[in-house]
T-cell receptor, first 117, second 114 residues
Framework: NAGVTQTPKFQVLKTGQSMTLQCAQDMNHNSMYWYRQDPGMGLRLIYY???????DKGEVPNGYNVSRLNKREFSLRLESAAPSQTSVYFCASRKGRENPILSYEQYFGPGTRLTVT | QKEVEQDPGPLSVPEGAIVSLNCTYS??????FMWYRQYSRKGPELLMY????GNKEDGRFTAQVDKSSKYISLFIRDSQPSDSATYLC??????????????FGSGTQLTVLP
């Protein structure tokens, strides 16, 4: 059971280049999330997918697009990278157990460190 | 003003000390409170989970929620060098849609010195 996996681990882009960050989970979770983490800013939600076939904007969606490819996979695309998108990107998924008190728990991947020059 | 405020530290303590980590929040609708631990260059992992007010204990860790003051705490007893990490608080109101979004604090960096 690998949990949440992310590729690549590291990436350097030039301004204006595009790339896709990949995320997959093998826990049969319904909801998936993309966050970015910057010093002093904590984790900020970029986009999320409540269930297969749906996606919604989070707090900081500008400059990003997402695709929920199937139940397992949720990708994040930067169409034209900018230096302000230099960050660590985390993908997460949510268990959604029957017990509503436990259904908020999110499991995180190891992150992708992206530098845009 | 951020919805969730957390002192970024860094906090440095000797091994065996009691550590207190705190977050304040402004949204009175928050009901679910979590603490995540994040080791350097790793993803966050859930440490403690509490609902509404009160205390919860798990080994050396105790989570407290004071909803009247909009203040949550994480206490670590007999701290170990392996506790050195960044600790993030996270919270959510009941039924924030089907996605159950979390609002995170910015994290407190803790170092426990041997």
């Amino acid at each position: 059971n690998a949990g949440v996996t992310q590729t690549p681990k590291f990436q350097v882009l030039k301004t204006g280049q595009s790339m896709t960050l990949q995320c997959a989970q093998d826990m049969n979770h319904n909801s998936m999330y993309w966050y970015r983490q910057d010093p002093g800013m904590g984790l900020r939600l970029i986009y999320y997918s409540a269930s297969e076939g749906t996606t919604d904007k989070g707090e900081v969606p500008n400059g990003y697009n997402v695709s929920r490819l199937n139940k397992r996979e949720f990708s994040l695309r930067l169409e034209s990278a900018a230096p302000s998108q230099t960050s660590v990107y985390f993908c997460a998924s949510r268990k959604g157990r029957e017990n509503p008190i436990l259904s908020y728990e999110q499991y995180f991947g190891p992150g992708t460190r992206l530098t845009v020059t | 003003q951020k919805e969730v405020e957390q002192d970024p530290g860094p906090l440095s303590v000797p091994e065996g000390a009691i550590v207190s980590l705190n977050c304040t929040y402004s949204n009175s609708a928050f009901q679910y409170f979590m603490w995540y631990r994040q080791y350097s260059r790793k993803g966050p992992e859930l440490l403690m989970y509490t609902y509404s007010s009160g205390n919860k204990e798990d080994g050396r860790f105790t989570a407290q929620v004071d909803k009247s003051s909009k203040y949550i705490s994480l206490f670590i007893r007999d701290s170990q060098p392996s506790d050195s990490a960044t600790y993030l608080c996270a919270m959510s109101p009941i039924s924030s849609g089907s996605a159950r979004q979390l609002t995170f604090g910015s994290g407190t960096q803790l170092t426990v010195l041997p």
